[in-house]
C-alpha cells in the first residue's frame, strides 16, 4: 500500500476535543448504523482509526461486559486520550492500539470491524478493507461511515457557512483526504471482494441556535496552519476569533438551516 495522505486536522488538545464534541453530535446515526450491521452483545470488535474513542466506547455498550472492543490508530496523542477515557469510565472491554491498520497484525480474529471517518484519509481504502476482511471470523461483520461534503449547505444561503465548506472542501482535497468518500462506500466495499454493502444515510440539519457554528469553527481553528500553506485563504480571512458569532447571526437573521455533511454508512457480513 502507499502512504496515507496527510491528516489535515493535526492532534492538538482542541483538535482531539473537537473530535469528541463531533462524535456526540453523530453519535445517534453511527449506534443506528451498527445495530441494523448486528453488532451485538458479546461480540470482539475492531475499531479502525479509533481517535479519541468515541466509536470503541459506542461498540463496547452494545457489545457488553462479554464482548471485547480494540481501537487501533496512528496516533499516540488520540490513542493516549482513548486509553485514559476509558480508565475514567471504568470500562474494562476496551483497549486501544498504537499502529497503522495497514501494517497492523492480530492474534485473534474478530467479529466486526467497522469505523468512521477514516477510509477518507486512506490511500487506498479498498486494499486496506480486504487486508483487515482477513481477520474477521466467519459471517464477521464490515461496517463503516463516511463524509459527503459536497452535501453539506446552508438554506437560504448563509454566505460565511458556504464559504467555510469551500475552504473546508479545498483544503481536504489539497492534502489527500476524499471528501466524497461516502458515496464511494458501496464501491469500495466490493472493490475490496466484500459482499455488496447495505447503504443508510443521514445528516445533520440545524437552526442557528444549533451545532453547526461550533462545529465548523472548530474544523476552521484546525485547519488555519493547512489554509495559507496551500494559498487557500489567510488567517485574517477566516477572522477565527468572530467567526462562530456571525455563522450563528447570519443563520439565525434569515431563519435558516445549516445541514450537515451527509454520513453515509456501509454495512455487510462476510461468508
Known amino acids: ?121 486512506q490511500a487506498q481504502p479498498s486494499a486496506l478493507l480486504r487486508r483487515l476482511a482477513r481477520y474477521l471470523r466467519p459471517d464477521g461483520i464490515v461496517a463503516f461511515q463516511e463524509f459527503d461534503l459536497a452535501a453539506a449547505r446552508s438554506c437560504p444561503p448563509s454566505r460565511t457557512y458556504d464559504q467555510c465548506l469551500r475552504w473546508m472542501a479545498a483544503a481536504f482535497t489539497a492534502t489527500g483526504t476524499n471528501v466524497g468518500m461516502g458515496p464511494q462506500l458501496y464501491s469500495t466495499f466490493v472493490d475490496a471482494g466484500l459482499p455488496e454493502p447495505a447503504m443508510s444515510l443521514d445528516a445533520g440539519i440545524w437552526g442557528g441556535e444549533g451545532p453547526a457554528a461550533t462545529l465548523v469553527t472548530e474544523v476552521m481553528r484546525s485547519l488555519l496552519p493547512v489554509l495559507p500553506k496551500f494559498g487557500i485563504a489567510t488567517e485574517a480571512e477566516v477572522e477565527i476569533d468572530s467567526l462562530e458569532d456571525r455563522l450563528r447571526m447570519e443563520i439565525t437573521s434569515t431563519r435558516g438551516v445549516a445541514i450537515s455533511p451527509s454520513l453515509i454508512g456501509a454495512r455487510t457480513r462476510v461468508p
Open 1 to 121: 500500500m502507499t502512504a496515507s495522505p496527510r491528516y489535515a486536522l493535526g492532534h492538538s488538545a482542541r483538535e482531539l476535543k473537537r473530535l469528541s464534541t463531533q462524535a456526540r453530535v453523530f453519535e445517534p446515526f453511527t449506534r443506528r448504523m451498527l445495530q441494523d450491521a448486528g453488532v451485538a452483545a458479546g461480540m470482539r470488535i475492531l475499531d479502525v482509526g479509533s481517535g479519541t474513542g468515541d466509536v470503541a466506547f459506542l461498540c463496547a455498550a452494545l457489545a457488553g461486559s462479554t464482548g471485547e472492543v480494540v481501537g487501533v490508530d496512528k496516533a499516540a496523542a488520540a490513542v493516549d486520550t482513548a486509553n485514559l477515557r476509558a480508565v475514567e469510565a471504568g470500562l474494562k472491554n476496551v483497549s486501544f492500539l498504537q499502529a497503522d491498520a495497514a501494517e497492523v497484525t492480530f492474534d485473534q480474529p474478530f467479529d466486526a470491524i467497522v469505523g468512521r471517518l477514516v477510509l477518507m484519509h
